[in-house]
């Protein structure tokens, strides 16, 4: 594999502010636009910014650029744009417009919400029945896209490797007691073994808790020069290096295996453009909209050899808080990731690790945090990560 | 084989299904019973999904070509929800799988498998293609080898 190492945007680009919603697991009474705004104005006030502030904004499909921009009654941008889930196609375009001058102050943001295409319970709500956004499998059950996809490729993880569920469940338990200290998280009550063994079965091997949970909300993030956040009242955090990866079979059937996806092009590049890795992490967030996705990364970034996620699982498990602490020491999704917190196309993944390398993460802060990695996405066309660090 | 049906038509048999300009030769093969994958005239490899020129050594010279329909189950689930569709039976639970079809490595397509149970439709089992009706229009689905013809094509026991 070759991947460039040319980044001359490393450290130049800074996250100087980030806010959420908070996330609740029903339909909740509220619009799209509304959860996107709300976590906008906050990210705003945190960075000590006004809508006049703003010349650029990026954020997923829905609200859209223009329809943020009105709402919030931003007078002048130079550069938008919505690309798709997930959330480092918004990171990444930020850092991008900032660096090249598209735009000085990018408000950045992803707003989840309840639909028919991630939750069934949508349909009550008469206002939400319009977002069908099927993809390619439009009422088809013999195509494996998306979530199907994954559960595909989770038979072929046991299959090679001789897992079990248990390998599977081990990442939901993690996330849930990290859940358990994040008072924005939708899922925190307590989940044992026998209780993810016993969840409902959707689509086998993976049952409900193997996937994230549909949640109303939003996360928004200020993306500005590193220079100009080291003026804004909180701790800049650095994006030492962003990437998206990709193979040229990129498709669920198509892909050739489970070492030879996106994630690996991620890895390889995030290694050559940033200057540290896990060795030097400390705090890491897999994304975790299945659980074996995150098994896969695991793997992919070196913490463990293919098939050995759910053994290094076990082997860093602290039984105290029963959760993993990789060497004792490094947490892994400590806001519940998307399977408790909520199911945020990975901008919970990473408001949360913002917040943690400012210091604001309240109950769940890891000492003296200063780098942190995640790794975003899934397999097929999603894979993406990036490496954060605070300043000198 | 091209069968003499519009594309208009052709979108009417087959609801749902990603039909455009690079496909269509693929559905208008499934009403006779024919599948298709595309193959490349200049350097004879297969691809997945069909598209306008060889991802391999970029010919435009594109032949929708019969597979012999034999393969290895690689990938298998069973579905306990997923969309409403005449003569899907999530209860007990659907098998879908996807096959690694004999003609090239890596070359896959997903189905269902009939005339199983589904204790038998795992990761390695060899199959075969056969055609199954939905709202009236075949559709390929595959079946275990060793267990020849035992039921109705679209009976899923
Ligand atoms: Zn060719």
Same mark, same amino acid.
């Given at each position: 594999?070759?991947?460039?190492?040319?980044?001359?945007?490393?450290?130049?680009? @800074?996250?100087?502010?980030?806010?959420?919603?908070?996330?609740?697991?029903?339909?909740?009474?509220?619009?799209?636009?509304?959860?996107?705004?709300?976590?906008?104005?906050?990210?705003?006030?945190?960075?000590?910014?006004?809508? /006049?502030?703003?010349?650029?904004?990026?954020?997923?499909?829905?609200?859209?650029?223009?329809?943020?921009?009105? @709402?919030?009654?931003?007078?002048?941008?130079?550069?938008?744009?919505?690309?798709?889930?997930?959330?480092?196609?918004?990171?990444?375009?930020?850092?991008?417009?900032?660096?090249? !001058?598209?735009?000085?102050?990018?408000?950045?943001?992803?707003?989840?919400? #309840?639909?028919?295409?991630?939750?069934?319970?949508?349909?009550?709500?008469?206002?939400?029945?319009?977002?069908? /956004?099927?993809?390619?499998?439009?009422?088809?059950?013999?195509?494996?896209?998306?979530?199907?996809?994954?559960?595909?490729?989770?038979?072929?993880?046991?299959?090679?490797?001789?897992?079990?569920?248990?390998?599977?469940?081990?990442?939901?338990?993690?996330?849930?007691?990290?859940?358990?200290?994040?008072? !924005?998280?939708?899922?925190?009550?307590?989940?044992?073994?026998?209780?993810?063994?016993?969840?409902?079965?959707?689509?086998?091997?993976?049952?409900?808790?193997?996937?994230?949970?549909?949640?109303?909300?939003?996360?928004?993030?200020?993306?500005?020069?590193?220079?100009?956040?080291?003026?804004?009242?909180?701790?800049?955090?650095?994006?030492?290096?962003?990437?998206?990866?990709?193979? !040229?079979?990129?498709?669920?059937?198509?892909?050739?295996?489970?070492?030879?996806?996106?994630?690996?092009?991620?890895?390889?590049?995030?290694?050559?453009?940033?200057?540290?890795?896990?060795?030097?992490?400390?705090?890491?967030?897999?994304?975790?909209?299945?659980?074996?996705?995150?098994?896969?990364?695991?793997?992919? %970034?070196?913490?463990?050899?293919?098939?050995?996620?759910?053994?290094?699982?076990?082997?860093?498990?602290?039984?105290?808080?029963?959760?993993?602490?990789?060497?004792? #020491?490094?947490?892994?999704?400590?806001?519940?990731?998307?399977?408790?917190?909520? /199911?945020?196309?990975?901008?919970?993944?990473?408001?949360?690790?913002?917040?943690?390398?400012?210091? $604001?993460?309240?109950?769940?802060?890891?000492?003296?945090?200063?780098?942190?990695?995640?790794? /975003?996405?899934?397999?097929?066309?999603?894979?993406?990560?990036?490496?954060?660090?605070?300043?000198? | 084989?091209?069968?003499?049906?519009?594309?208009?038509?052709?979108?009417?048999?087959?609801?749902?299904?990603?039909?455009?300009?690079?496909?269509?030769?693929?559905?208008?093969?499934?009403?006779?019973?024919?599948?298709?994958?595309?193959?490349?005239?200049?350097?004879?490899?297969?691809?997945?999904?069909?598209?306008?020129?060889?991802?391999?050594?970029?010919?435009?010279?594109?032949?929708?070509?019969?597979? @012999?329909?034999?393969?290895?189950?690689? $990938?298998?689930?069973?579905?306990?929800?997923?969309?409403?569709?005449?003569?899907?039976?999530?209860?007990?639970?659907?098998?879908?799988?996807?096959?690694? $079809?004999?003609?090239?490595?890596?070359?896959?397509?997903?189905?269902?498998?009939?005339?199983?149970?589904?204790?038998?439709?795992?990761? !390695?089992? #060899?199959?075969?293609?056969?055609? %199954?009706?939905?709202?009236?229009?075949?559709?390929?689905?595959?079946?275990?080898?060793?267990?020849?013809?035992?039921?109705?094509?679209?009976?899923?026991?």
């Amino acid at each position: 594999m070759s991947v460039s190492s040319r980044n001359p945007a490393k450290d130049q680009v @800074a996250i100087a502010a980030a806010a959420t919603t908070g996330f609740t697991a029903t339909n909740t009474d509220r619009s799209q636009l509304s959860y996107a705004v709300q976590a906008c104005v906050a990210a705003l006030r945190a960075a000590g910014l006004t809508a /006049a502030d703003v010349d650029g904004i990026i954020g997923s499909s829905a609200p859209t650029a223009p329809e943020l921009q009105g @709402a919030l009654g931003i007078p002048v941008v130079t550069y938008f744009a919505n690309p798709p889930i997930p959330f480092v196609n918004q990171l990444s375009t930020a850092v991008a417009a900032v660096h090249s !001058g598209l735009c000085n102050v990018a408000l950045v943001y992803h707003a989840s919400y #309840r639909l028919p295409w991630n939750t069934g319970s949508a349909w009550k709500d008469p206002f939400r029945r319009g977002g069908l /956004a099927g993809g390619a499998s439009a009422g088809i059950p013999e195509s494996v896209f998306g979530s199907v996809g994954y559960t595909a490729w989770a038979s072929r993880y046991l299959y090679e490797f001789g897992g079990t569920k248990e390998d599977f469940g081990l990442v939901a338990i993690n996330d849930r007691s990290n859940a358990a200290g994040n008072p !924005g998280a939708a899922m925190r009550e307590p989940l044992t073994m026998e209780g993810y063994l016993a969840a409902r079965m959707i689509r086998d091997p993976l049952c409900m808790l193997d996937m994230d949970v549909a949640v109303d909300g939003g996360d928004a993030f200020v993306v500005t020069t590193t220079e100009r956040a080291r003026d804004m009242p909180l701790k800049p955090v650095l994006i030492n290096a962003v990437t998206l990866g990709m193979t !040229g079979k990129p498709s669920e059937t198509q892909t050739p295996s489970l070492r030879e996806h996106g994630q690996q092009v991620v890895v390889e590049s995030l290694k050559a453009r940033g200057d540290f890795w896990i060795d030097d992490c400390d705090v890491y967030f897999p994304y975790d909209g299945f659980t074996i996705i995150t098994l896969n990364w695991f793997e992919n %970034a070196g913490y463990c050899g293919p098939g050995e996620a759910g053994d290094f699982l076990r082997q860093h498990w602290d039984h105290a808080t029963n959760r993993v602490l990789i060497d004792g #020491r490094v947490p892994v999704n400590p806001h519940g990731g998307s399977l408790s917190e909520g /199911a945020s196309q990975g901008s919970g993944h990473f408001r949360e690790a913002v917040h943690q390398l400012q210091g $604001l993460a309240g109950e769940r802060q890891v000492a003296g945090a200063q780098r942190a990695i995640v790794t /975003a996405g899934g397999f097929f066309f999603n894979a993406q990560g990036a490496t954060l660090r605070t300043d000198g | 084989m091209a069968v003499d049906i519009s594309d208009e038509d052709l979108l009417a048999r087959y609801p749902g299904y990603a039909i455009d300009h690079d496909t269509r030769a693929r559905y208008r093969g499934w009403l006779e019973h024919v599948m298709l994958f595309d193959r490349c005239a200049t350097c004879a490899t297969w691809h997945e999904p069909p598209g306008p020129i060889c991802p391999t050594c970029w010919s435009t010279d594109i032949e929708p070509t019969p597979i @012999a329909g034999t393969g290895t189950i690689h $990938l298998a689930i069973t579905l306990r929800q997923g969309p409403p569709v005449e003569g899907v039976d999530y209860s007990t639970p659907y098998p879908v799988v996807v096959v690694e $079809l004999d003609e090239q490595p890596d070359l896959r397509m997903s189905g269902t498998v009939v005339g199983a149970d589904n204790s038998e439709i795992v990761i !390695g089992r #060899r199959v075969h293609l056969d055609w %199954a009706l939905r709202r009236g229009a075949p559709f390929p689905v595959f079946r275990l080898d060793d267990q020849h013809g035992a039921d109705q094509p679209g009976a899923s026991s």
